[in-house]
C-alpha cells in the first residue's frame, strides 16, 4: 500500500473526519485530504504524531518498505509488538519485551539469550541451535554494538534486584524465592481472576510492560506462581497450564 492509502484506511478504522484527524496532528483539513490523494506525503515530524495517533510504525505509514527488527533481541516486529519511548511514540528499533516505557530492560546478553532459547524451542530448534543462534545473533544487533552508549549504568539491574527483594521478603508460603525477573507484556499475562461476587477482574494493561517471572509450586502438582511488578506495585497469583483457573494470592502496592 501507498502512503495515501495507508493514511486513508487508519483514518477511517478510526472513524475520524479530516477535520478531526488535522486538528489532532496539527495540520489543516486541506493538508489531510492532500495526503489521502498522494499529492503530497507527511513530514518527519508529522509522520511521528500520526505514528502515535495510530499507533503504527512510522515504516507501516510509509507503506512498509522494510522488514522490522528489534535490535536488541532479533525479532521480527509487526505494530503491535513495537516498543514505545517515555513519550508514548514507538520505537521501532525494539519490541516491548526489550524497550519499555523509554527502559531498555536487558543489560546482560546471557540472560536475553535464556529467554529467546525457550521460545525458539517451541519454533522447532534444538536447545544447542538456539543458543548457538542467540550467541551469533546478538552481536550483530545495534544495541549490543552500542551497550556502552545505550545502557543506564546499571540502574534498571538495581531496580530489577530492589523488586526480587521486596518480593522475596513477602515469604508466601510454597513460592520458592524469585532470582529473575523479565519483560513481560500486558496482553500475554493479564488474566482474570474470579470475584466472590462471581465477576472476574483484570488488573493489568494489555499494553503495559511489566516485570514477572513464573515459578513452579514448592507443593508440587500443576499450579505455579506467577510473579508480577513495577515501580507501583507486587502482584502474586497460581494458575495451572495456560493460566487456566488462576486465583490471587497477593496485590501490593509499593
Not at 157 to 162: A, D, I, P, R, W
Amino acid at each position: 500500500m501507498e502512503t495515501k492509502d495507508v493514511i486513508l484506511e487508519l483514518r477511517t478504522k478510526k472513524c475520524l473526519s479530516q477535520d478531526e484527524l488535522a486538528r489532532r496532528v496539527l495540520v489543516t483539513r486541506q493538508a489531510v485530504s492532500r495526503w489521502e490523494t498522494g499529492e503530497t506525503v507527511p513530514n518527519t515530524e508529522t509522520l511521528k504524531l500520526l505514528s502515535k495517533e495510530f499507533n503504527v510504525t512510522i515504516n507501516t505509514l510509509l507503506g512498509a518498505p522494510k522488514q522490522l527488527i528489534c535490535q536488541c533481541c532479533g525479532m521480527p516486529l509487526d505494530d503491535e509488538i513495537v516498543g514505545h519511548d517515555s513519550e508514548g511514540f514507538l520505537n521501532e528499533d525494539y519490541c516491548k519485551w526489550c524497550y519499555a516505557d523509554g527502559t531498555y530492560t536487558y543489560s546482560n546478553m546471557n540472560d536475553l539469550i535464556d529467554v529467546c532459547v525457550k521460545h525458539l524451542i517451541n519454533e522447532g530448534f534444538t536447545e544447542e541451535q538456539a543458543r548457538e543462534h542467540m550467541k551469533t545473533t546478538l552481536p550483530t544487533l545495534d544495541y549490543w554494538k552500542r551497550y556502552e552508549e545505550l545502557s543506564d549504568d546499571g540502574q534498571f539491574e538495581m531496580f530489577k534486584q530492589k523488586l526480587i527483594d521486596e518480593i522475596n521478603k513477602l515469604h508466601i508460603e510454597g513460592m520458592p524465592k524469585v532470582d529473575k525477573l523479565n519483560a513481560l507484556v500486558g496482553s500475554y499475562v493479564n488474566l482474570a481472576y474470579p470475584l466472590p461476587s462471581g465477576e472476574s477482574v483484570k488488573f493489568l494493561n494489555d499494553h503495559t510492560t511489566y516485570l514477572g517471572n513464573q515459578l513452579e509450586s514448592e507443593f508440587g502438582g500443576d499450579r505455579c506462581f506467577g510473579v508480577l511488578a513495577n515501580m507501583d506495585f507486587i502482584m502474586v497469583c497460581t494458575y495451572e497450564e495456560e493460566g487456566a483457573n488462576p486465583e490471587l494470592v497477593l496485590y501490593k502496592k509499593r
